[in-house]
């Protein structure tokens, strides 16, 4: 048996609903009187079409081979979401979050620098927009090398 065929992989997204009235009232404190550049902060950045719905139908679908998904979000559940399948687990901002005075957090940059933060998380994951879809069967060897390392593309010359 092939080194890569053992090696847990996860998948990790970061998701906000942005319909929300606690999530929106979060934001609106949080940004209230603040000098960040409004186009940080634009509503079209946390648009929520439910693409969540279709991408985790697109991992089921075409990556039977992962461990477990991890949705990363701030105290917020997708409604349609069913919770029965232990691969499937809600991270609240508050889990990779510890320092005092950093939540609430809109930053998606500063959010995805604490994704290693996320408890249970195998050595080897894959992190996803909620807008990400995988439109055909892959393998381990497609995001990793036999070794187990990160593969990367380049453009062809």
């Not at 606690?22 to 609106?28: M, T």
């Not at 105290?75 to 979401?81: E, S, V």
């Not at 933060?117 to 995001?143: C, M, Q, T």
Request: charged share 25%.
């Amino acid at each position: 048996m092939r080194y890569l065929d053992t090696l847990p992989v996860d998948f990790v997204y970061t998701w906000v609903n942005d319909q929300d009235p606690a999530w929106q009232r979060r934001k609106q404190r949080a940004l209230g009187g603040s000098t960040v550049e409004a186009a940080a902060v634009e509503s079209c950045r946390f648009v929520n079409s439910d693409e969540l719905r279709y991408s985790l139908r697109s991992i089921y679908t075409y990556c039977p081979w992962f461990r477990k998904i991890f949705i990363v979000t701030d105290q917020q559940i997708p409604p349609w979401l069913c919770l029965d399948d232990p691969r499937v687990e809600i991270i609240d901002h508050q889990e990779i979050f510890q320092e005092e005075g950093t939540l609430p957090c809109f930053n998606s940059s500063a959010i995805e620098c604490r994704l290693h933060h996320i408890p249970d998380l195998a050595s080897h994951w894959i992190y996803l927009n909620d807008d990400f879809f995988i439109g055909r069967s892959v393998e381990k060897s497609f995001f990793f090398t036999p070794k187990g390392l990160q593969n990367s593309f380049s453009p062809p010359p």
